[in-house]
């Protein structure tokens, strides 16, 4: 089983909708959560930090459910630059362990 | 500020032959990752390094070497390569003073083994 797994979509948005993906993590002891982006191509790169409490960053609203272990990413009025892959990312105990879900593609259209 | 630099940005290899990829970082961190991403899949971790002097193996670390020459860099070295070798590899490093640091990238290196 993957310690970390994402829908891969591709979600097709029109510009201005709102857009959720979810991401599921298997070990309990997993530490620290992060929204990534990546664009075709290119070197991921940090969206946000998903803290206990949830949080957001303008448009964008990161949820942690420990229960259930998932997080989740809301993003609303959805820019024609939002589309990219956004890959879910957990670090458990062990500190300098990561695990990338597969991505999950987001294609915004006019 | 470079952040983190890869070297080189492609390469195309013949199976068998050798080659290091280079890793600088400039953010002084402690810790560094080697990781490979193919399609369709996420990152998966080769290698890492959580201080100079000291690595540690990863996910996927069959038939990769690393070193941690000093705190800026930490190179990948593939000995003899093989077309299931051929990926995208990212380096990327980060602060290890504490939870929730997140992981910063360099542009990686496109790897086509022939």
């Known amino acids: 089983r993957k310690e970390v797994e994402q829908d891969p979509g591709p979600f097709n948005v029109p510009e201005g909708a709102t857009v959720a993906f979810n991401c599921t993590y298997s070990n309990s002891a997993s530490q620290s959560f992060f929204w990534y982006r990546q664009d075709c191509r290119k070197e991921p790169k940090l969206l946000m930090s998903v803290y206990s409490s949830g949080n957001e960053d303008g448009r964008f609203t990161a949820q942690l459910n420990r229960a259930s272990q998932y997080i989740s990413l809301l993003i609303r009025d959805s820019k024609l630059s939002d589309s990219a892959t956004y890959l879910c990312v957990v670090n458990i105990y062990n500190f300098n362990k990561f695990y990338f879900g597969s991505g999950t593609k987001l294609n915004v259209k006019p | 500020n470079a952040g983190v630099t890869q070297t080189p940005k492609f390469q195309v290899l013949k199976t068998g032959q050798s080659m290091t990829l280079q890793c600088a970082q400039d953010m002084n961190h402690n810790s560094m990752y080697w990781y490979r991403q193919d399609p369709g899949m996420g990152l998966r971790l080769i290698y890492y390094?959580?201080?100079?002097?000291?690595?540690d193996k990863g996910e996927v670390p069959n038939g990769y070497n690393v070193s941690r020459l000093n705190k800026r860099e930490f190179s990948l070295r593939l000995e003899s390569a093989a077309p299931s070798q051929t990926s995208v590899y990212f380096c990327?490093?980060?602060?290890?003073?504490?939870?929730?640091?997140?992981?910063?990238f360099g542009d990686g290196t496109r790897l086509s083994i022939l």
């Open positions: 990327a490093s980060r602060e290890h003073s504490a939870l929730a640091q997140p992981q910063h």
């Open positions: 390094s959580a201080s100079e002097g000291t690595t």
